[in-house]
């Protein structure tokens, strides 16, 4: 499902990511923890294709089958849209949308049918218990509820892979765990993988896998 070796990532001189080597299996939910600096965001974003590594030595970056490390900016665009999910840990919903529309955009950006596209989202709302709120703002919705928004819109393409970065950082605890068990529950639904960077002891010890972060190498 994601095959990376050799992910070095340098930020001016300084090395970030020191030679990251990884797999991660089609349904497995893995989360990656380690101390604040250690390099965890920077490694997601290389894998959800938001980044790319530095070249030093060969590296390979597969997601999906497919290697993204002779692919342009516009195939790698393409395949994001199609294949990778994210959640960040603050909703990133646009404030002027509907719920409703805030989950179709990664449809539209990759041009799906609209009528489909609005069926699947309301079909998503409603697994997410949210069937009541599809014409709210962001605004009028609480933090568990923005972020069961943002976690639909993550779905709507039926990626391969969601990629969650401290999916729970900002919520209180009783939402936070009902992210978490709503994580287990698609990946049981939809085979749906899950990497999930976070400090949320609980979550991690969910996981099927943990892996530990520090200095820009997985321990
Ligand atoms: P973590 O997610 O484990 O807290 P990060 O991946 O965010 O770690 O950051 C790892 C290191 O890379 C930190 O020292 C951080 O300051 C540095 N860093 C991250 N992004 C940038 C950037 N865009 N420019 C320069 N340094 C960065």
Same mark, same amino acid.
């Given at each position: 499902?994601?095959?990376?070796?050799?992910?070095?990532?340098?930020?001016?001189?300084?090395?970030?990511?020191?030679?990251?080597?990884?797999?991660?299996?089609?349904?497995?939910?893995?989360?990656?923890?380690?101390?604040?600096?250690? +390099?965890?965001?920077?490694?997601?974003?290389?894998?959800?294709?938001?980044?790319?590594?530095?070249?030093?030595?060969?590296?390979?970056?597969?997601?999906? +089958?497919?290697?993204?490390?002779?692919?342009?900016?516009?195939? $790698?665009?393409?395949?994001?849209?199609?294949?990778?999910?994210?959640?960040?840990?603050?909703?990133?919903?646009?404030?002027?949308?509907?719920?409703?529309?805030?989950?179709?955009?990664?449809?539209?950006?990759?041009?799906?049918?609209?009528?489909?596209?609005?069926?699947?989202?309301?079909?998503?709302?409603?697994?997410?218990?949210?069937?009541?709120?599809?014409?709210?703002?962001?605004?009028?919705?609480?933090?568990?509820?923005?972020?069961?928004?943002?976690?639909?819109?993550?779905?709507?393409?039926?990626?391969?892979?969601?990629?969650?970065?401290?999916?729970?950082?900002?919520? /209180?605890?009783?939402?936070?765990?009902?992210?978490?068990?709503?994580?287990?529950?698609?990946?049981?639904?939809?085979?749906?993988?899950?990497? $999930?960077?976070?400090?949320?002891?609980?979550?991690?010890?969910?996981?099927?896998?943990?892996?530990?972060?520090? /200095?820009?190498?997985?321990?």
């Amino acid at each position: 499902m994601v095959i990376a070796k050799n992910i070095h990532k340098y930020y001016g001189g300084t090395e970030v990511l020191k030679g990251v080597n990884l797999t991660i299996n089609k349904g497995e939910i893995v989360a990656i923890v380690g101390p604040s600096g250690a +390099g965890k965001t920077t490694l997601l974003q290389i894998l959800g294709t938001l980044d790319k590594p530095s070249k030093k030595g060969d590296f390979i970056l597969e997601i999906n +089958g497919i290697n993204l490390q002779n692919l342009n900016d516009k195939m $790698i665009a393409a395949i994001r849209n199609e294949h990778i999910g994210y959640i960040f840990q603050f909703h990133q919903l646009l404030p002027e949308f509907s719920a409703l529309e805030n989950i179709c955009i990664p449809a539209f950006i990759g041009k799906k049918d609209r009528k489909e596209t609005e069926q699947k989202a309301k079909e998503l709302l409603k697994f997410l218990g949210l069937e009541g709120r599809m014409k709210h703002k962001p605004s009028e919705l609480s933090g568990g509820e923005q972020q069961r928004v943002a976690v639909a819109r993550a779905l709507i393409n039926n990626p391969s892979i969601i990629l969650a970065d401290e999916p729970s950082g900002n919520l /209180d605890s009783s939402s936070a765990e009902s992210l978490h068990k709503l994580f287990f529950e698609l990946r049981k639904k939809f085979n749906q993988t899950f990497v $999930i960077v976070t400090h949320n002891q609980e979550l991690a010890d969910m996981a099927d896998r943990k892996l530990t972060m520090r /200095d820009g190498i997985v321990i």
